[in-house]
Nanobody, 118 residues
Framework: VQPVESGGGLMQVGDSLSLSCSAS????????IGWYLEKAGEEREFIGR????????FYKPTMSGRFTISRDHAKRLVYLQKDKLNPDDTGVYYC????????????WGQGTQVTVSS
């Protein structure tokens, strides 16, 4: 299963962000889906993850309350959402996936650029 991100682009301060991640070549059933943010000149930072089947979520403590990860079985999508964007949210957002039995992420999406302009 290859994650594919959609959404992003140029946004304004105060806008709401909604990125989606779909599964190319299969479905996310029995997978855990995660999101990362890579800012310019920095390492990729884990935001959070969701168990696709049951919807259980876990966030990096510093990200909790800022981002929301959800999934829609009917649309076969996983979402990353954030309100009140600010320039510090600028970066490349990656969707990642792993089978529930896997010890590490199996696949990374190509990433989608989000630029928040003031």
């Amino acid at each position: 299963v290859q994650p594919v991100e959609s959404g992003g682009g140029l946004m304004q301060v105060g806008d709401s962000l909604s990125l989606s991640c779909s599964a190319s070549g299969g479905t996310f059933l029995n997978h855990i889906i995660g999101w990362y943010l890579e800012k310019a000149g920095e390492e990729r930072e884990f935001i959070g993850r969701i168990a696709y089947n049951g919807g259980e979520t876990f966030y990096k403590p510093t990200m909790s309350g800022r981002f929301t990860i959800s999934r829609d079985h009917a649309k076969r999508l996983v979402y990353l959402q954030k309100d009140k964007l600010n320039p510090d949210d600028t970066g490349v957002y990656y969707c990642v996936s792993m089978e529930v039995s896997s010890p590490r992420w199996d696949a990374w999406g190509q990433g989608t650029q989000v630029t928040v302009s003031s």
